[in-house]
């Protein structure tokens, strides 16, 4: 009963302390200069019309900080390669989970799949003209697998084909980026033809949509690779370690 | 070579690498000598060239984001890519040693871990350098659990957990600079610092203060760091010590002396590393783990790191730089001999110092020990010698007494642990060193002494470093991509 | 191995020799520091006093079976101790400082019967004076801009006074910790007794001195007599300075005598020993006269001599006989009876009295203390002095006199000859020293002009000049040896009449026969009535490892309570960071 | 009446407010659970916060999303893209983060059954 009070009064302490320091940095704030004038944004607004991309927001993601992009995917990569081998071992095995074999479920899912799959490679390829990329569209071509899960736990998904796809699709990213050195001397620079008149259309804006692709495609693989593992940790026979 | 291959190669290698295992382990390891190699033949040729240097993705900088090589930077990069391929070649013993762990990842965890430090030292974009914070930060949690023991994945979770709390500070210092700037590139932040309201400056200066302070593992931020060192394979701690915490560093005391917040916060930062510095020698006295144990010396001479480089004067800093990269190079040495011995006694106590026969590993084991303790002709010496000859000609006598003061305190360890090694009445097990670890034990211990007998090898480096530091007016014009 | 060892000692030797006096060398190490060697009649003098030494100790090493390794860290060592006097500045007089107290440190853990607290001692003694040693010379860097001699030398005087004094006590500290002044002297005991027995020799004879060398670079050549005497005054003839130094190596030496004499480990004895004899030099080292400078220089020369003397001599009983305590030893006088004649005379050295090397040597003592007029320093040396035959006498009688105390005492045999050799150069170097006390202020008038001091007048190689009157070594000497071989004619006479078939057990006291087991060597408990006398009970009684122990302990307690913080909670690390986050907002935004 | 909520000044205010709620409430988690899950759900709603002041910040009343469409060719009077640019990488950086910190947590309770960060402490002094 003491101990459990104790531990109140240090949590009343420390909402309090964190309240007055959030109060604090909130009067702060108030300091905050909101309505700044040429910041990069603008600056790359102006300059996003050479570009031809139509979503700024990309031409930013893939172009302006493409290396940041880089770098993200790379991030995504590792938590991958670390997630894979946190979860996966040969020791572990996969119990058949009996589930009633349901015609709709099934068919349904199927079928949903290729719809879902579709509306994802919409929104990679059409990333650099409507809110979506890469990454977006990789995520929701992930919930389609995610859907094939729920429909049937005891699917598998073809790990060579995803790794090839994972690696090959950054290998590729990577390739882009030295191509373009030795093409125009500038890593990661736009070297394809990017007439600024073909704004607005799907081929535009030069590497920008082929960039997306790759992306979408590595983020797809990946996140469906997190999302098996996750979902398959359910299922898990025994207990390899202990 | 554009400056980009720093971070571009590694990253190809690490996507490449479930290609590289099916073409074999040696293509798997050799990939990665190979790689590291390239990077350190690159950087020793930047030795010779003008600096700083600037090579551009995409768009011109302040707009784009660009890499800049300045001799500061040029430095680090010496130590880093020199550290990996010192680790890539002990790692071809390694698993060869240890045959029961799954090596295809490690490499890619690996290979990315430099690429990340590389590129945390070398972009001009503060956005930018969060990216690399967590590249690093993602392979270090992974490399620190990497064993999937209870140790190694309580260390994971451990670091994962501070990391986050780092990179949240970061992100958050991150958007207010640019609410209140309008730009994330390092150049344009620093020019224009000062007009920053000076109540958000500070909330901007102390979250990067904690954000990098804490991955530096500063004082009472750094609870965390010898859970880690203690869980993780002991050549991964020798990554952690000679690269990992040496690129926070850098970042902590680059954005310190850019953004001018060297007037400030000098006594602050200096204070709370003579406490690191204490605290951690005493602590270290108690250890019974051998990696903890070096976990906390390291913590030790991170503290004097800091009390050096926050000093102001370019004397102590040009020391501080050349304890730097000797302190890597030494504790590098130290983990990988003891990732030889717990890989032969499969035990983290500290008395299997005492337990093996090899003359080769003790002579170099000693060398580093001393190197560490700053006692000549080794490199140490030299570089404690320039901090304390700094201190001494800034009049701050207190810092001096305090260092060496402290100093007896860690000679205390590092001599327990040679009396262990000197023992003869304990048995003695012989152990196999393996061929490449002769070599890159040799190459270390060689250069300990190299450095300590003939200092003005690399002291000419540090000076060079130090005027980069102090007067970055030239760093400043190519991060805004003048050199283009 | 050993006649190569042999040969590389005496290379040093010869090239010091070659360069006659004269050896300039410097090589940049980096824009800072320079690596320099500059020759001055004080480094010439101890550079042969300690490669003479380590060569006699090579020669009698030949009959003891040595590794490889112990030759090369000893050959180290001397490198580094030519180092350490040669050097014309800081950085190389601290590396071979340190090269020699590493080097030392694994020579000293080959010992058979070392163990982890002694060395610990050893190597935190050591590291503390090297410590106080740099920060001496980074302090007196920062405003001579250089760590050369000469630059600090002469940017000495326009130094604030309290940086002169805090760089002297560094200074002093440093090396009156490797000197082994009283209070500092934890360490000196432990190493020097379980050493490797010949190189305890080395120890208390050679490097020892480099502590005594550091003190007189400070103060003669740093510092300054002269300034010395402007900075502290002066009081009766000596300077204020000196007169300090003067009651701390008194103390130290009357302490460390009435310590020897209750020692039963033969070498813990001669530790002992060699504290007082070092502090009869640091007593009279900073007199700033002519005579304290000369009697210093000429003692450390004697001390020299007599510790390798007797260090090597008892190395080489305990190798024959393996053992070390008075209570164990006894009656080798006919066993090894050349030994014995060169303890013997070594411990005439040692106890100051005529007609050999150590009478010369207490005259030089004593005569700066009456030319200083230090009335009552002259008392306590003459006192310590005194009590010092107590243990010259306790060491020549618990080894060699009396009755053998086990059965395997009685079938010794002599040393072996390379134990022999060095002995007898040493004990012709005692009587040289002895009989030509005038020759040595040749060696030291050169050390006083660069100390800018008189020097003191040379007539005979035979007569030593003195303030108080001259004394004749040669005559003494020819006197002694006269009535020495008179009387050594006489007891030869009266022994071969007596009957010399006494047992060790043909005494009965209070009508009891003696068991075997009862301790009958006059060796053992020697001393200990001392304890009756208040005053020595209570300098014996003290000691300064309580205080050391504690320190340790505190330390120890320190540490447990400062990784308390390190208890692996990372909760509550996340909360400590949090909070420090807001500790350093509400200071630095409010 | 309504135009009151109209101005930059009323919307940022809000943002600033609700934003910083939202990262109070993410602190108040760190500092009191202990459940692995819970503490990392918890930094993710510090950096949710965080995402919506650093974009809700850059929304000045009358901008349009920064895209163009077919009739007007110009890249005036939009929102700000870098910040959007930014946020997008933070946010799949904190996910990469959390997946990789769950998967850790799994196999940490696997081996251990412990799921509370402050009973871990098998590695200590």
């Keep these: 009963m003491n101990l459990k009070k104790e531990f109140r009064l240090k949590h009343i302490v420390l909402s309090l302390l964190s309240s007055a320091l959030m109060l604090s940095i909130l009067g702060l704030l108030s300091h905050v200069k909101t309505n700044l004038h040429k910041t990069v944004g603008d600056i790359v607004l102006s300059l996003n019309m050479q570009t031809a991309t139509a979503n700024a927001v990309t031409s930013v993601v893939t172009f302006f900080r493409g290396i940041d992009t880089v770098g993200e995917v790379t ?53 650099h003209l409507s809110p979506g990329g890469g990454f977006q569209g990789g995520v929701v071509i992930a919930t389609a697998f995610l859907l094939l899960f729920l429909a049937n736990p005891n699917m598998k998904l073809k790990h060579s084909i995803l790794t090839l796809g994972e690696s090959l699709s950054g290998a590729a990213y990577v390739l882009i980026a030295i191509i373009s050195l030795f093409k125009i001397n500038i890593l990661l620079g736009n070297f394809l033809p990017h007439p600024v008149s073909q704004i607005g259309e799907l081929v535009s804006g030069g590497i920008i949509p082929i960039i997306y692709i790759i992306v979408g495609i590595k983020v797809g693989s990946e996140m469906s690779v997190i999302v098996e593992y996750f979902v398959k940790e359910d299922y898990l026979k025994e207990v390899p370690h202990a | 070579m554009s400056l980009g291959y720093y971070f571009l190669l590694p990253v190809i290698f690490s ?131 990497y064993n999937k023991d209870k140790l190694g994945l309580e260390a994971g979770i451990k670091y994962l957990i501070i990391g986050s709390i ?283 002494v190299l450095f300590g007998v003939y200092p003005s090898l690399l002291t000419h480096y540090t000076d060079l470093a130090t005027n980069a530091l102090l007067q970055p007016h030239s760093y400043l014009q190519f991060a805004l991509g003048v050199g283009l | 191995m050993n006649s190569i060892f042999l040969l590389l000692n005496l290379l040093p030797i010869l090239f010091l020799y070659q360069f006659g006096g004269d050896l300039h060398v410097s090589l940049s190490l980096t824009k800072e520091f320079t690596l320099s060697l500059s020759q001055t009649p004080l480094g010439t003098f101890f550079a042969y006093l300690s490669l003479i030494s380590f060569l006699l100790v090579t020669i009698a090493q030949k009959s003891k079976k040595t590794s490889f390794s112990y030759y090369a860290l000893q050959f180290l060592l001397s490198i580094a101790m030519l180092a350490i006097v040669l050097a014309g500045d800081f950085i190389t007089f601290f590396i071979g400082w340190e090269i020699m107290t590493w080097s030392s440190y694994f020579l000293i853990s080959k010992s058979s019967d070392i163990d982890t607290k002694s060395l610990q001692k050893y190597i935190l003694f050591s590291l503390a004076s090297a410590f106080s040693l740099i920060a001496g010379m980074v302090i007196a860097y920062s405003f001579a801009n250089s760590f050369d001699f000469n630059v600090i030398q002469n940017s000495f005087h326009t130094m604030p006074f309290n940086i002169k004094v805090a760089l002297i006590v560094l200074f002093s500290l440093s090396f009156f910790t490797k000197a082994g002044v009283i209070g500092l002297h934890y360490w000196v005991v432990d190493t020097y007794s379980k050493a490797p ?103 450390t020369l004697i001390h020299t001599i007599i510790k390798l003397l007797l260090f090597i001599n008892v190395a080489a009983i305990v190798a024959q006989t393996g053992k070390n305590k008075f209570s164990e030893l006894g009656g080798l006088i006919y066993r090894t009876p050349v030994s014995f004649v060169m303890l013997l005379i070594g411990i005439i050295a040692l106890a100051g009295m005529p007609p050999l090397g150590g009478f010369a040597s207490k005259f030089m003592l004593y005569n700066a203390a009456i030319d200083s007029k230090f009335a009552l320093i002259l008392v306590g040396m003459l006192f310590s002095g005194a009590a010092s035959f107590l243990y010259c006498y306790k060491l020549v009688y618990g080894i060699y006199l009396g009755h053998p105390t086990s059965k395997d005492l009685e079938t010794q045999k002599e040393v072996p000859i390379s134990y ?4 007898v150069i040493l004990a012709l170097l005692l009587v040289a020293t002895g009989a030509f006390p005038g020759a040595f202020i040749k060696v030291i008038n050169p050390i006083l002009i660069e100390f800018s001091l008189n020097t003191i007048p040379y007539t005979s190689m035979g007569v030593m000049q003195s303030a108080v009157g001259n004394f004749n070594g040669l005559f003494i000497i020819s006197a002694f040896v006269v009535i020495f071989v008179f009387i050594l004619l ?73 990784s308390r913080m390190y208890y692996g909670n990372i909760h509550n690390t996340m909360i400590i960071i949090l909070l420090f986050f807001s500790a350093l907002y509400f200071i630095g935004v409010n | 009446m309504l135009d009151f909520f109209n101005s930059n000044e009323t919307i940022h205010f809000i943002i600033t407010v609700g934003s910083m709620l939202l990262f109070t409430i993410g602190l108040y988690g760190i500092f009191t659970q202990k459940n692995l899950v819970k503490v990392l759900i918890s930094f993710d709603i510090m950096e949710s916060a965080l995402f919506l002041f650093f974009i809700g910040l850059h929304y000045n009343f009358g901008l349009v999303a920064p895209i163009v469409d077919g009739s007007d060719k110009t890249f005036t009077n939009m929102v700000d893209p870098v910040p959007q640019a930014m946020i997008l990488t933070t946010i799949v950086i904190g996910l990469a983060v959390l997946a990789l910190g769950l998967s850790f947590g799994i196999e940490y309770f696997r081996l251990t059954g412990i799921n509370d960060i402050s009973k871990m402490n098998e590695l200590r002094d």
């Design chain 3, 420 to 423: 022999l050799i060095p002995q």
């Design chain 3, 197 to 299: 027995d010949l190189f305890s020799s080395i120890l208390s004879a050679v490097m020892s001195k480099m502590g005594i060398y550091g003190l007189f670079l400070v103060y003669g050549h740093l510092v300054g007599y002269a300034e010395l005497k402007d900075m502290f005054g002066v009081i009766l003839n000596g300077t204020d300075f000196g007169y300090v130094l003067g009651w701390i190596g008194v103390i130290t030496s009357i302490i460390a005598t009435f310590k020897a004499i209750t020692q039963d480990e033969v070498k813990r004895l001669l530790a002992y020993s060699s504290i007082a004899q070092l502090g009869y030099i640091i007593a009279v080292i900073g007199m700033g006269t002519s005579f304290g400078v000369a009697g210093a220089m000429y003692h």
């Design chain 2, 166 to 448: 780092a990179s949240i500070f970061i992100v958050f210092a991150i958007m207010l600079i640019y609410l209140q700037i309008g730009t994330v590139n390092i150049g344009l932040i620093a020019q224009r610092y000062s007009e920053i309201d000076p109540k958000i400056a500070v909330l901007i200066a102390l979250m990067l203060f904690i954000g990098f302070g804490t991955k530096a593992e500063l004082f009472p931020m750094n609870f965390w760091a010898p859970d880690i060192y203690q869980g993780s394979s002991s050549h991964v701690n020798g990554l952690f010590s000679a690269i990992v915490a040496k690129s926070y560093l850098f970042v902590f005391f680059h954005l310190f002396y850019l953004f001018g917040l060297n007037t400030k916060y000098t006594l602050l930062i200096m204070s709370l590393g003579a406490i690191t510095f204490l605290v951690s020698e005493f602590t270290a006295l108690n250890q019974k783990d051998i990696k903890r144990l070096f976990a906390y010396s390291t913590l030790g001479q991170l503290g004097i790191l800091f009390m050096a480089l926050a000093s102001n004067s370019s004397d102590t800093i040009s020391g501080a730089l050349f304890h730097l990269a000797s302190h890597s190079i030494s504790k590098l040495l130290i983990f990988l001999v003891l990732g030889i011995l717990i890989s032969k006694f499969k035990s983290t106590k500290i008395t299997i110092v005492g337990d093996f026969k090899s003359l080769f590993l003790s002579i170099v084991l000693i060398i580093g020990f001393l190197s560490i303790l700053g006692i000549p002709p080794f490199s140490g010496f030299i570089g404690k010698i320039l901090i304390l000859k700094g201190f001494a000609l800034s009049h701050n006598y207190i810092a001096i007494a305090f260092i060496l003061l402290v100093s007896i305190v860690e000679a205390v360890y590092f001599f327990r642990l040679i009396a262990l090694m000197l023992d003869k009445k304990r048995t003695k097990t012989s152990v196999p060193v393996g061929f490449v670890n002769y070599i890159v034990l040799s190459v270390l211990a060689i250069l300990i």
């Design chain 2, 15 to 145: 996507f490449l690498t479930p290609y590289f295992r099916k073409l074999g382990t040696s293509a798997l390891r050799g990939s990665s000598v190979f790689l590291t190699f390239i990077l350190f033949v690159q950087t020793l040729e930047y030795t010779g060239v003008s600096l700083p240097q600037i090579s551009q993705f995409s768009v011109a900088p302040p707009i784009g984001i660009a890499f800049v090589l300045d001799n500061f930077s040029l430095l680090f990069l010496l130590i880093f890519t020199f550290s990996g391929f010192m680790v890539s070649l002990y790692m071809l013993w390694y698993f060869k040693a240890n045959d029961n762990t799954n090596e295809t990842r490690f490499y890619v965890f690996f290979n990315m871990l430099l690429a990340g430090s590389i590129g945390m030292i070398l972009s001009c974009d503060i956005f930018n350098v969060y990216i690399f914070f967590e590249i690093t930060g993602i392979s270090s949690y992974a490399l620190a659990a």
């Design chain 3, 490 to 562: 006489l007891i030869w006479r009266i022994k071969s009449k007596a009957k010399n078939n006494l047992n060790r057990f043909d005494i009965s006291y209070c009508g009891e026969v003696p068991s075997k087991n009862t301790q009958l060597h006059y060796g053992y408990g020697f001393g200990t009535d001392l304890y009756r006398i208040k005053f020595v009970n209570a300098i014996l009684k003290r000691s300064s490892s309580p205080f050391y122990e504690a320190l340790a302990t505190q330390t120890k307690k320190t540490a447990g309570l400062l």
């Design chain 1, 75 to 127: 991030v995504l990569f590792l938590a991958t390669t670390g997630i894979a081998l946190m979860l996966s071992s040969t020791q572990r095995t996969y119990k058949k989970v009996v589930h009633q074999e349901s015609f709709i479920l099934d068919i349904g899912s199927k079928m949903l799949l290729n719809v879902i799959v579709l509306f994802g490679v919409y929104v990679i390829v059409h990333g």
